[in-house]
């Protein structure tokens, strides 16, 4: 029970670190579009910029934060032999591919459209480079049990970045004004998007100095034999990672390749704001992962809880589609996290947020192989959905803009989900509730039709009235799934749903 104990007070902490970390992100938001006009494409340099640090994130740890837990955590291994042979590895590749990147920076910046910004991906390359360094002395904290200092640096960084980013995007622009000829020594409105980098990099620097003792309380040291077995381990990780980032990426950093036009960071700023609106489903997503991941392994053992797997996707595609729900009800008061001038970028809210329900779908049905150990299947899923999703924005983007980047996400989750399902009922066939999960999906496009039809000006009048489809689908809901007794005993909120 100790244990357990542990498991879910740590669970909790790295789940509200993160979760409560990519929310306040999600605060930079208005701040960026506000400064940055839709028309100078300033959020559009900065949307595919960090597209491609997410990929290079990807490939520059290939695999060996999982590696690293799953070696330092063998009876056989020298934990301590391991964690170095990794942290070498990593921290030369990283450094590798600085130098690299600086050497042909006159030829890769052109190639990546930014011939005039060259700074823009030296520095980036710099970020992604210590960020994945970073990832092992972070992982090596979570081996360690250590949830709050890696709690505490997380958010230190991202406190850090946001007074910065309020400082150069919002109060040095102000005073600026009235003070240029102070204002100006630290700050030059020319820069514009480049200071979200800028600051990026003096954060991640500052970060690296929390893992003093991280990286000084040990003997350095490498393995070339153990690192051949890890790499062993790790490439169909790596496979897997590359696939999955590209189907969140790849749109973003091909769009200003294949979209005609000029104005191509400009549409791909617009739809790079819009879509945050809707990864208020990805928060979702990622909350359900983290208390539902150790739940599945920890039961792993048993023989067999297909039921409550069932049932737990079941939970999951309910909760998501009321989330649906709610964002297009209240889609006139969340709109104002974005700028105006990037509202007509609203109409892929919806459609994205299909697309983050799919890949939630794919991720719990992604429980199947990795309890029998056929993580290949992940790859290949994965793989087949990148592709799907690459085609369809390399086809459809030219003709329909950044509406065809929201649609390539269905489809390119859509594949994955699909095979995911049937190919897992051959392998490790779970009887989920289809004919529930259908009755909530149609009930939900019908809710939501009739919710958003209705032309109502008054943006505060159409709020109230769609909300009454939100709590029409939570009753729903409550009494569909005889949810009350649960209710009850909830503390505080309890006392409503009991009878009088």
């Known amino acids: 029970m100790a244990n357990l104990g542990s498991l879910v007070k740590d669970t909790a902490i790295y789940?509200?670190?993160?979760?409560?970390?990519?929310?306040?992100?999600?605060?930079?938001?208005?701040?960026?579009?506000?400064?940055?006009?839709?028309?100078?494409?300033?959020y559009g340099v900065i949307t595919n910029v960090y597209a491609y640090t997410a990929l290079f994130m990807v490939l520059l740890t290939y695999g060996m934060e999982t590696t690293f837990f799953r070696?330092?955590?063998?009876?056989?291994?020298?934990?301590?032999?391991?964690?170095?042979?990794?942290?070498?590895?990593?921290?030369?590749?990283?450094?590798?591919?600085?130098?690299?990147?600086?050497?042909?920076?006159?030829?890769?910046?052109?190639?990546?459209?930014?011939?005039?910004?060259?700074?823009y991906v030296g520095v980036m390359a710099v970020v992604v480079a210590l960020d994945a360094f970073q990832c092992i002395p972070f992982a090596y904290l979570r081996h360690k049990h250590r949830p709050i200092k890696f709690a505490t640096l997380k958010l230190t960084f991202i406190f850090l970045n946001i007074a910065l980013n309020l400082l150069y995007y919002w109060l040095l622009p102000k005073l600026y004004v009235s003070h240029p000829e102070v204002v100006g020594r630290i700050y030059d409105p020319a820069v514009g998007a480049g200071y979200a980098f800028y600051i990026n990099l003096v954060c991640t620097s500052l970060i690296t100095f929390g893992f003093w003792k991280e990286l000084t309380g040990f003997k350095w040291q490498f393995d070339w034999s153990l690192m051949k077995r890890m790499l062993s381990y790790?490439?169909?990780?790596?496979?897997?990672?590359?696939?999955?980032?590209?189907?969140?990426?790849?749109?973003?950093?091909?769009?200003?390749?294949?979209?005609?036009?000029?104005?191509?960071?400009?549409?791909?700023?617009?739809?790079?704001?819009?879509?945050?609106?809707?990864?208020?489903?990805?928060?979702?997503?990622?909350?359900?992962?983290?208390?539902?991941?150790?739940?599945?392994?920890?039961?792993?053992?048993?023989?067999?809880?297909?039921?409550?797997?069932?049932?737990?996707?079941?939970?999951?595609?309910?909760?998501?589609?009321?989330?649906?729900?709610?964002?297009?009800?209240?889609?006139?008061?969340?709109?104002?996290?974005?700028?105006?001038?990037?509202?007509?970028?609203?109409?892929?809210?919806?459609?994205?947020?299909?697309?983050?329900?799919?890949?939630?779908?794919?991720?719990?049905l992604s429980f199947w192989y990795k309890l029998i150990d056929r993580t290949i299947w992940g790859a290949w899923f994965s793989g087949a959905g990148c592709a799907v999703l690459i085609a369809t924005n390399v086809l459809l983007v030219p003709h329909f803009g950044y509406m065809a980047c929201a649609w390539a996400g269905v489809a390119g989750y859509g594949t994955a989900m699909l095979l995911s399902y049937f190919v897992g009922q051959r392998y490790y066939p779970i009887a989920y509730p289809l004919r529930d999960i259908t009755l909530y999906v149609v009930l939900t496009a019908v809710l939501t039709a009739m919710a958003m039809l209705p032309p109502i000006a008054n943006p505060w009048l159409a709020t109230a009235y769609r909300t009454i489809f939100v709590i029409l689908f939570a009753a729903f809901i409550v009494r569909h799934e005889h949810l009350v007794p649960m209710l009850q005993r909830l503390p505080v909120v309890g006392r409503l749903f009991k009878r009088k």
């Open 15 to 42: 789940g509200l670190s993160s979760i409560i970390g990519r929310f306040l992100n999600y605060l930079l938001v208005p701040l960026y579009t506000a400064q940055l006009a839709a028309a100078s494409g300033g």
């Open 71 to 119: 070696f330092a955590n063998k009876q056989e291994e020298d934990g301590g032999k391991v964690y170095s042979t990794v942290l070498t590895a990593v921290a030369t590749t990283s450094t590798l591919f600085v130098v690299l990147v600086l050497s042909l920076l006159g030829w890769i910046a052109p190639a990546m459209g930014y011939g005039d910004h060259p700074d």
């Open 234 to 364: 790790s490439w169909p990780i790596l496979v897997l990672g590359i696939a999955g980032i590209l189907n969140q990426t790849a749109d973003k950093i091909l769009f200003p390749f294949i979209y005609p036009g000029s104005d191509g960071h400009a549409q791909l700023g617009i739809y790079g704001a819009a879509t945050k609106i809707a990864m208020i489903m990805a928060l979702i997503t990622q909350a359900f992962r983290y208390a539902y991941e150790p739940f599945v392994f920890g039961k792993a053992s048993e023989r067999d809880n297909r039921d409550t797997y069932a049932r737990a996707m079941k939970f999951f595609i309910v909760f998501t589609l009321l989330a649906f729900l709610a964002v297009m009800a209240w889609i006139d008061v969340l709109k104002h996290i974005i700028a105006p001038d990037y509202w007509e970028g609203l109409r892929v809210v919806p459609i994205v947020m299909v697309a983050e329900i799919m890949m939630g779908i794919y991720f719990n």
